[in-house]
């Protein structure tokens, strides 16, 4: 199975896709943060403040969520694919002026539309 564990095509994919999403979140492309999640009531996020469960959730929060001080440095970030379909993305971030630490991870999957997150996870370290 090691072989099969960041084999270089499928990492470039998921490392663009995982560029498109950071932009997206950070300009508030909202169309373009739904395309990038699963549609299905199974998708999963877990934020600094809220549990959304199911994709209509998870789009409703982000069409009222503020869309000021998104922008964020990261500062480390792991991407991890297994074969050609899976893989985990794990950044640590900072906002500009906060010196606190924030997480995030996220499962994506390759569905049949492409790259997709499945399940995502924010949180900040106190």
């Known amino acids: 199975m090691d072989h099969a564990i960041n084999l270089p095509q499928v990492l470039a994919e998921v490392e663009a896709v995982f560029d498109e999403y950071e932009r997206a979140l950070t300009s508030n492309d909202v169309p373009a943060l739904d395309r990038l999640f699963w549609d299905s009531p199974h998708t999963l996020r877990y934020g600094a403040g809220e549990n959304l469960y199911g994709f209509e959730a998870i789009q409703a929060f982000r069409r009222g969520r503020p869309a000021n001080?998104?922008?964020?440095?990261?500062?480390?970030?792991?991407?991890?694919?297994?074969?050609?379909?899976?893989?985990?993305?794990?950044?640590?971030?900072?906002?500009?002026?906060?010196?606190?630490?924030?997480?995030?991870?996220?499962?994506?999957?390759?569905?049949?539309?492409?790259?997709?997150?499945?399940?995502?996870?924010?949180?900040?370290?106190?």
């Open 69 to 126: 001080n998104l922008e964020r440095e990261i500062t480390a970030r792991a991407i991890t694919t297994f074969g050609t379909d899976f893989a985990v993305a794990n950044i640590e971030f900072r906002r500009q002026g906060s010196e606190r630490t924030g997480r995030q991870s996220q499962t994506w999957v390759r569905m049949p539309e492409g790259w997709r997150v499945v399940s995502a996870h924010v949180s900040l370290m106190l």
